[in-house]
Structure formats: C-alpha cells, structure tokens
C-alpha cells in the first residue's frame, strides 16, 4: 500500500495581535491509499485547524512553524496559492462540518458540482453535467436528473452533505479530509452517511482523514485512530488498540465520558476542567492539571511518543519504565466492546 | 400619500411669509388692504386651511392640480417638461453610484486589509463627508470658471436641447457631485456586506473546489450579495433623490428639484403639491420594484419573508 499524506513533526501557529497561538503541535502520522485516520479529541483542540492546514484554507495569520507535509510523494509545505489551487479537489479534497453553510445558498446544486468539474477537469458543460450525475448516483441521491437544477434549501442536510461529498470527489482525490461530516446531522442520518463513506471508500479506494469527536462514531468507521490534545498527537494506533488497549489517560478519560458507559453507574462522567488556552501553554504536558495521574515530571517536561507497539504509541510518562505501574480504570477495562 | 399630502399642506402653510408676494411680485407693496383681501379669495387662500385641503384634494382628484402662484399657469404644466430631466439626472446618476461602488467594493473585499483596500476606504470616507454644496461651488470654480471646460449651470445651451452631447456635457458636473456624495456610504455597506460572505463557509468549499478568491467573489458572494445591494439600493432612492435636488439647486440644472426647493421659498403652495406627490410616488413605486426584483434573485425571501442575509 502507497503512502498516500504524511506528516512530519507538522506544527502550524497563528499570529494574533495577543501573541502567538500553537494550534498544531509537533504532529507526526502517515495515511496510507484506502485508509480511515480517525482524529479525535475535544473542541478547540486543533483538529478542525490541521484538516484546514493541509488544504490550506487558512487565514492568512497562519504559518507552517516547523516540519512538512508530503501529498503522495511531493512536499506541499511550501505550496504557493496558485500550486495549492491545483491540488485542492484533485489530490486532495475535504468536507466540512455543517452542510447547511457550506454549500451557496443561492446556486443550484448541480451548478455548484459542475464548477469543480469545470474547473478542475476542465470539462465543457456537457461532460461536467454527466460527470455531476454520475457523482450524485455515486452518493446516492435519487432522481439526481431533476435536483440538479434545485437548490440547497430543497435539501435535508443528509442530502447536502451528499452533495458536499459530490463535489469533493469530482476530481477523483486521493485524500479525503472530513472534518466532523455528521456532526451535524441527525443520528439515523449519521449512520447512512458513515455506510456512504465506506462504500466510496471501497469504491475509489479513497484515503480518509475523519475527523469527530463522537469516538462512538469512529468506533464505526476507522482503521486508525490519532487521539488529539492540545493542538498535539497524544497517543495513536490501530482502533483496536485505541478503544481495547488505551494507554494514554486522556484516552482514558474520552473513552470513560461515553454514555455508553455511563448506564452502569446512571451518571455522566466527564473529563474535569477544560482544554487549555493554546495561547501560551505553560510547560510540560498540557494535560497535566487535568490528569488525575500526573507525575511530578509532567509540570517540567513535556512526554515524548512511547513506543508500545509498531502500530500504537503515546505521549505520557506513565510508559516511561520508571513510572509508577499505573493500571487503566476498571470502568475501561471492564467494559463492552463497542 | 394621502397622509404626505394632508402634512405637507398644512406645513407649507404653517411657514411664514405671503405667497401673494410671489403671485404679485413687488406691486403687493403698494397695494391696499381691501386689494390684498380681494385677491386673497379669488386665490381662494381666505379659506381655513381643512377647507383649502379639500377643495384641493377634490381637483386633485380629477387630474386638477391648480394654479402655479408664481409661474401663472397651471402646476402640472410647469412641471411636466422638467420632470424628464430631473429623471434623466437623478437615474443616470443612481446607476453610476451603485455600479462605481460595487467595483470599489469588490476592490476592497478582494484586497481585504492592504493598502488599496485602506486607500479606498479613508479617500472614499473623506470624500463622502465633504458638503455637496460646497463641493459643486468648487468644482463649478475649477472646471467652469478656471479652465473653462464645462458649463456651469443648466440642462442645455440655448437651442440646442435636442443635442446629446451637450446635454451630456451639462450633466458631467451634477453627476460628478451627486456620485462623490453618495459613491463611499454605499460602496462601505457592500464593501462590508461581501467580507461578511467572504467570511461564510461556502467559500471555503468553493476554495477547495480550486476556486480563486477573485472567482469566489465575482461568482458566488456578489451573487448572493445581490439581494441585500438591491435592497440598499431601494431604500436609497429617496436620498439619491434628495442628492438629485441639492445638485440641481447648486447648478442652476431645470429639474424638479430646484423647483421644488423654488417652490417652497415662494410659496407656491399647488407646485408644492405636485412635486411632492412625484416625489413620494417615486419612492413608492421604487419600493415595491426592489421587493420583485429582490425575491427573483433570491427565491427564499417569497418562501420565508426573509432573505438569506438578514438570517
């Protein structure tokens, strides 16, 4: 299998008139062709600024601070504008959170489809109009022939979340950055939309990025899961290692907050307090104050990714081999596979 | 517009002076009490103000708009042949401003925050708050007086009102004063309106689907900013208008806003009238104009009642 986006030590800052904010942190994975990345994490933790980042969609207070990115093969840290233009949608393409804002209000669907045919593909509008059909049926929306001339307020927002992912297939990208696709939608429509995902993915042999912080949805759908703390990678590997053989305690901590969890006990369990401010991050682990299994070492120097299989690492000093032995919450341990 | 014309009747009235001095000119001096009375019924002017309404109302009903005080001969006649011009003036100057101030505002929205945008926004300010009136003296000094080049005053020269050209070169000045006036106040609110789409998620999409920004803005914000510019442009017709008849006072130009102005000076009270029933229908008509057009743009705003930007 082709390495398709890799990252290395990737770390993207903003420059605000209040200094510097770190947004994304020493960030390191590899996605191969027809794998499902799943990076999650809290809000505000970076995930949506990295996905962003890589297309760069950013404003311009943005810059790469260190490492690079690779979009097969070729190292697109250093993209111009105009170099960036022609790999969107066709390297690389992305779909956005909430399908209600992202498509134009005012422009028929299949408009807004054939735009990126005809200008990524340059197709005449013929070709882009069935090009545009056959992306519709690839999505599944029925009697694509007669929406093609609606709007997007026609739409329920499974429908336009379809057609977000129309459009972002149009060129035949080999990644995909979905950044929370059914956050917000309904769950029933959740569900048909994740089949979708694996069903294009099995497809076109599509390469994911999919980024939620529902892990019950990443559950579903990744190969490999990147749990994401303060704009850094602290701990990743398979989803079997993830949700079966947690390490890190903020895995923990996520993993213990699902309400699947929470009927044994009838309470909702949360992670106490909030992610920290990325604006001047005080030394060490930033997860420290929030660890109810902090060490001492944890306020002076920040972990480095331990090594616990080829596949799996993560980034706290309980790996270390002189920490304590620090076993995972029963509540984790004991639990139902998901 | 029944309402407009019941205030500006009685307010026209309430504002001292005599209007006899404006039917009679100087010879109201020398003219005895019993004349002036005389004269004031068969003007019908003795009559208390409700009963002058109505029999005003009553003519105006049959297309009847009286008596000019000072021009002598019927209203209507006297502002029929400058209601042309005036439209001539005020709508060429109406497109000029909208069409100049959506460039400047798609400049700016495109070079959002360097230097051309600031440039554009502190000369546009500036210029928006110097007076029209003063303005137009100026100019009319530069341009007239110092080099000569354009008329200062008028619609035409004498005999050649048919002559495109030299309408044209009568126009140049009003224009140019009108649109200084109002280009910035409506380019801002665009230039504004498009940062705020610039700021939507769409662009992002469009941005990912290998869009340039200047493509983004010409083909998706503008589009969807349509509506709300229609609208401003709507609502703006009344203050163009007003700009219209400054610019027609200050240049001497034959249309029915310097008429108005004269009229109200004079106390032509049935002038008066007319005007303002042109005025206040053009506003009218021009409103509802804006709502058709607005909800062919954007088929949500007939849904909803509401448009996609006041969401």
């Known amino acids: 299998m082709r390495t398709v986006l890799e990252l290395n030590n990737y770390s993207l800052s903003f420059d605000t008139p209040e200094g510097e904010v770190e947004a994304v942190r020493d960030v390191s994975f590899t996605l191969k062709e027809g794998e499902i990345l799943a990076i999650v994490g809290e809000s505000g933790c970076g995930k949506t600024v990295l996905c962003r980042s890589l297309l760069k969609l950013l404003p311009e207070n943005a810059f790469v601070k260190s490492g690079n990115v690779r979009l097969c093969g070729q190292d697109i840290t250093a993209c111009s504008e105009r170099q960036m233009r022609r790999l969107r949608g066709r390297k690389m393409a992305m779909v956005f959170q909430d399908p209600m804002t992202t498509l134009n209000p005012t422009v028929p669907i299949g408009k807004q489809i054939m735009e990126a045919l005809r200008n990524q593909e340059k197709l005449g509008y013929r070709a882009a109009k069935a090009r545009a059909l056959e992306l519709l049926k690839l999505v599944e929306i029925d009697h694509p022939e007669e929406r093609l001339a609606m709007q997007p307020h026609f739409f329920s927002g499974g429908m336009r979340q379809r057609c977000v992912l129309a459009i972002a297939l149009a060129s035949h990208p080999k990644v995909l950055l979905a950044d929370e696709p059914t956050t917000a939608l309904d769950v029933t429509v959740q569900a048909k939309i994740l089949d979708l995902l694996l069903s294009i993915r099995k497809k076109t042999g599509i390469a994911l990025v999919f980024i939620s912080h529902d892990l019950g949805v990443v559950a579903r759908i990744a190969d490999r899961v990147a749990v994401m703390y303060a704009g850094k990678i602290v701990e990743i590997g398979t989803a079997e290692e993830i949700f079966y053989d947690p390490r890190h305690p903020y895995t923990w901590g996520l993993l213990g907050a699902l309400p699947a969890l929470a009927a044994e006990r009838g309470e909702l369990r949360s992670i106490p307090g909030m992610p920290p401010s990325l604006r001047g991050l005080p030394t060490g682990d930033a997860f420290a104050v929030r660890n109810e299994y902090a060490l001492a070492i944890d306020y002076e120097e920040a972990p480095p990714m331990f090594s616990i299989s080829p596949t799996h690492s993560a980034a706290t000093w309980l790996l270390d081999p002189r920490a304590p032995q620090i076993e995972p919450p029963v509540r984790i341990k004991r639990r139902q596979p998901l | 517009m029944l309402i407009l014309s019941v205030v500006v009747f009685y ?287 954007d088929p949500r705003i007939k849904e909803t009642g509401v448009s996609a930007w006041q969401r």
């Open chain 2, 11 to 297: 307010f026209a009235r309430w504002a001292p002076g005599d209007p006899l001095q404006s039917f009679y000119g100087d010879a109201v001096e020398s003219m005895s009490s019993e004349e002036l009375a005389a004269a004031r019924s068969r003007l019908g002017l003795d009559a208390p103000i409700h009963v002058q309404y109505v029999r005003w109302l009553q003519g105006a009903l049959h297309g009847e708009f009286g008596l000019s005080l000072k021009y002598k001969m019927p209203a209507m006649r006297v502002v029929s042949p400058l209601v042309g011009n005036t439209l001539l003036l005020g709508t060429t100057a109406y497109l000029l401003v909208f069409l100049l101030a959506t460039f400047l505002a798609v400049a700016c929205a495109l070079h959002e925050d360097t230097w051309l945008d600031r440039l554009i926004c502190k000369i546009g300010t500036a210029v928006y708050y110097l007076p029209p009136f003063w303005l137009g003296v100026v100019l009319v000094l530069v341009f007239s007086i110092q080099l000569k080049w354009l008329p200062s005053s008028g619609a035409y020269d004498v005999g050649k009102a048919g002559d495109v050209f030299n309408r044209l070169r009568h126009m140049i000045l009003p224009l140019t004063v009108m649109i200084l006036s109002h280009l910035w106040y409506y380019g801002y609110m665009i230039r504004n309106k498009l940062l705020d789409e610039l700021r939507q998620d769409y662009v992002l999409l469009a941005k990912e689907k290998g869009l340039t920004k200047r493509q983004i803005v010409w083909k998706h914000c503008l589009r969807n900013v349509a509506p709300a510019i229609v609208n401003i442009m709507a609502i703006s017709i009344p203050h163009v208008l007003s700009g219209t008849y400054i610019a027609e006072s200050v240049f001497n130009y034959p249309g029915i806003g310097a008429l108005s102005v004269a009229s109200a000076k004079y106390h032509d009270y049935n002038l008066l009238m007319i005007l303002v029933l042109i005025t206040g229908a053009l506003v009218i008509l021009s409103s509802i104009l804006a709502q058709t057009v607005s909800e062919i743009i």
